[in-house]
């Protein structure tokens, strides 16, 4: 038989035992708990405090102060207008009128200049024609229009954006009345809808969002490309050639839009690390404990909001080294991982969308150069020689892609041409211009191919 002592040391292995598989592991728990709640209560007390720093500056930190700060930016004046013009084109008897009508109804993509066949041009102008009041209500609110206050209720990435989305249809309203008078060489015409194009993408520009900042730019690309065939067939004359300079002029850099965006996608997001119902109504998974995932996201915004614009290729270089840190965030170690889970969820793209907006301010510089010689040709009967022969017409020095590179140029006879380069992966402009269409090249290949490429003839007016 076991002794007393015995006895005592098998129950004193016992105890030992429970201690380490059951009152151990409860006690490891609790200290982990102890630390995250610790961990987490002082995230929140920074977060707090950044929140509160942001505020000073007059920037949005959530649904309220998006709100505010839209409206302190748009102009309310011209609201009951556009909402009335938006209505009569969403209208069942505009629908019905659009059949057979080109641009509006993409039915065709024959190109709409002079000189080509047109098999929509009857019915397209009898649509212009039955439509030319709303045209000229159009014209009149987008030329030279500022922010327009449009009605935004902001949820966070659940906000609507319906009117702005809707502005789409009246850039293809104003450009098929621009490609018209381009057919008929109106330089009048071309001259007022490329203008009310160029006023009409300022409209959704005061709503910091990333999607209507790229409607804005989407429609400044119809603007651009309609200007683009319009200094290639030589349709403009002296006096709306200087008026459109002037406006082309106003987008040669990025902007402040840049950071507006930074700022207003960043308030739409931090809702997201503490609202629960708001990230699942973005499809985002909730995970409690997110006060460092966001003192991140506030990191990695503000880093991209300090980042120069001055310079296009060193803009777009730091904007690519920031996604390649992102990356890098997602493969760390597993607390990092943890740390960032929704950061790398609502953190847009940067180095994409920062292109769109360096696409749109050499659009510009590569426009007013062209511009300028189209100006310098009707002064001197000649196309000029290179470029350096417009500097009594232009700044160029401020117009070339770089600090250290210009657009390509080269007369050729009685031909100019001026190229840049799709820019996607550099902002080098090559030796040569790109004429050919490469093997299995898509629409939005050649069109990107084709915008920087201004094949410019001695002009016939």
Known sequence: MPTQNEKAYKRSCLFLSLMIFVVLP????????????????????????RKASIVKQGLPIDDVSMDQFYR?????????AWKSVLATMASEDFKASLKGVAILSETS????????????????????????????????????????????????????LTEVQELRQVARFLELQGRVGLRARDSSIVREN????????????????????????????IAMGLLKDALEYDVLNEGDLKILLLKVLLDVNVGDEWKMTIAGE?????????????????????????SRDALLYLDLSEEVMEVSSENLKEFKAKLLNMEEK???????????????????QTLPAMGACGEAFIRRALQHRIAALAIGIRLYEDRNASLPTSLDALTEILDIKHLMPTNTSSFGYRKDGTRATLWGGSFRDSLTIAAEPH?????????????????????LPAGNK
């Open 109 to 160: 993509e024959q190109p709409i200049i002079p000189d080509h066949e047109w098999k929509e041009e009857a019915d397209s102008i009898a649509f212009l024609e039955k439509w030319k009041t709303l045209h000229a209500e159009a014209v009149q609110l987008s030329i030279d229009s500022k922010p327009v206050q449009l009605p935004i209720v902001f949820d966070s990435f659940n906000t609507l």
């Open 194 to 221: 490329i203008d009310a194009l160029l006023g009409l993408s300022k409209v959704p520009t005061g709503c910091p969002c990333l999607v209507s900042q790229l409607v804005a730019i989407a429609m400044d690309g």
């Open 26 to 49: 409860f006690s490891l728990i609790l200290l982990l708990l102890l630390l995250w709640f610790g961990r987490e209560s002082s995230g929140n007390r920074r977060l707090a405090d």
């Open 266 to 290: 960043r308030a739409m997001a931090l809702p997201i690390f503490t609202d629960t119902t708001k990230a699942r109504a973005a499809g985002i998974a909730s995970i409690p404990g997110r």
């Open 72 to 80: 302190d930016r748009t102009d309310p004046k011209n609201v009951a």
């Open 435 to 455: 004429r050919a269409q490469t093997e299995g090249e898509d629409n939005l290949a050649k069109s990107n191919r084709a915008m920087w490429l201004w094949e």
């Open 326 to 344: 992102v990356k890098a965030i997602g493969n760390a170690n597993l607390l990092s991982q943890f740390d960032s889970i929704m950061t790398l």
